[in-house]
């Protein structure tokens, strides 16, 4: 598992938004077990870490990769993305970029 140490990021919700808590989506039945090992996997690393109870949920999407494993992400467009103030950082346009390193040589 990759881990940034090079910054924190502080996530910010919007005002007067309320939880959204999202019921699971179903999953393949062949897909059970190997879901369930891959979950606990990622607990046994501390990625994850068990709740009984959250006022926010998101449903997981569960992929198959092409090397037979398991991808599991959370969908965060169901319901905490919409209440999060959004990162606004300017990029500079390509030609912005090649101007300035013209300049460095």
Not at 43 to 69: C, Y
Not at 70 to 99: M, V, W
């Amino acid at each position: 598992m990759g881990l940034c140490t090079k910054g924190n990021v502080t996530l910010q919700l919007k005002e007067k938004c309320r939880p959204v808590f999202c019921p699971k989506r179903p999953v393949a039945y062949a897909m059970l077990d190997a879901v369930d090992k891959e979950l606990d996997r990622l607990e046994k690393l501390g990625v994850i870490t068990p709740v009984d109870f959250s006022d926010w949920a998101a449903p997981i999407v569960v992929v198959r990769k092409a090397n037979g494993q398991i991808r599991i992400c959370g969908d965060y467009s169901t319901g905490l993305n919409g209440a999060l103030h959004p990162q606004e950082y300017p990029l500079p346009l390509p030609a912005d970029i090649f101007a300035r390193l013209g300049r460095n040589c």
